[in-house]
């Protein structure tokens, strides 16, 4: 009898001492404020990122003719904005991903650059000039480069569209300064030219979502001989745009300059259209 209380006395001893290391373990990490699991580095991550951005991406869309097309995409897209959001460590500032693939952001860095292509980048459109620490890191990974620098004016259309032939949504990153004006403008070409967009709902997703941007933004269209209804705008007005995705920016209408952009933009639709 007495062995057998004993042999339970020494038994309740051994289980509440593993207990107390396991809590010591605890209590340890919480003191210290490390954590049990941590995110990777970017070099880490490059074999996760594609499966994640690949399983955000919809099914494609059935054959339903160009205007059937664009206007189920639409529908479809108007209101969601970006897949993407900012505060992803070590991408441009303004960061952001569209329904169709593309990524938008500032100038990158070379850091940036490492990031970008851990999520699938293969192709960099600059509307602004990078550093040749940058231009030289994106060679070293074998990173495309369409360089198109441009101010008032659209650049030259065929640069854009034969520099990321063969290149899915996916793999493209388009940027100026800020992420906002020029890659906006380069991106509502790119929804025109290869997603069939129609014009005045590409122009209003990259907008700027002010009133007096917005206002303006009608008025070149309208000169333009679009017509644009409340409805169009309430829906589709800068869901593309940083300024609805986390960020800061769009394409504004503040001058002649921006006027000269939008119309520019414009033209360089009209000229790839008759191209194709």
């Not at 001893?13 to 049990?36: D, F, M, P, T, Y």
């Not at 003719?65 to 441009?92: C, F, I, M, T």
């Not at 990078?130 to 198109?148: I, K």
Request: glycine share 10%; aromatic share 6%; net charge neutral.
């Amino acid at each position: 009898m007495l062995r057998d209380t004993l042999l339970l006395v020494i038994l309740s001893c051994a289980a509440l001492l593993g207990c107390g290391r396991e809590a010591s373990v605890h209590a340890v990490l919480a003191e210290s404020g490390a954590k049990e699991s941590v995110d990777p580095p970017a070099s880490a991550r490059a074999t996760e990122a594609a499966p994640e951005v690949a399983a955000t991406i919809p099914e494609p869309l059935p054959d339903l003719g160009e205007a059937q097309a664009a206007l189920e995409v639409g529908a479809a897209l108007a209101g969601a904005g970006s897949r993407w959001r900012l505060g992803y460590r070590g991408l441009p500032r303004n960061s952001r991903q569209t329904v169709e693939g593309y990524w938008l952001g500032s100038r990158p860095s070379a850091a940036n650059v490492d990031e970008l292509f851990a999520r699938g980048v293969r192709a960099i459109v600059s509307g602004i000039r990078l550093e040749e620490e940058v231009l030289a890191r994106a060679r070293a990974l074998g990173v495309h480069h369409v360089n198109v620098p441009f101010g008032g004016r659209f650049p030259n259309h065929r640069l854009i569209v034969e520099g990321i032939a063969g290149f899915d949504p996916r793999e493209v990153f388009i940027h100026c300064e800020h992420g906002g004006d020029r890659s906006g403008a380069i991106l509502a070409f790119l929804l025109a030219v290869r997603h069939q967009w129609p014009i005045e709902r590409a122009l209003l997703a990259v907008a700027f979502p002010g009133q007096r941007d917005v206002r303006g933004l009608v008025e070149v269209l309208e000169e333009r001989g679009f017509r644009v209804s409340s409805e169009e705008q309430s829906r589709y007005v800068g869901i593309y745009s940083a300024e609805r995705n986390g960020g800061f920016g769009g394409l504004k209408i503040r001058g002649p300059a921006y006027r000269r952009l939008v119309s520019t933009t414009i033209d360089a639709i009209h000229a790839s259209e008759r191209l194709n």
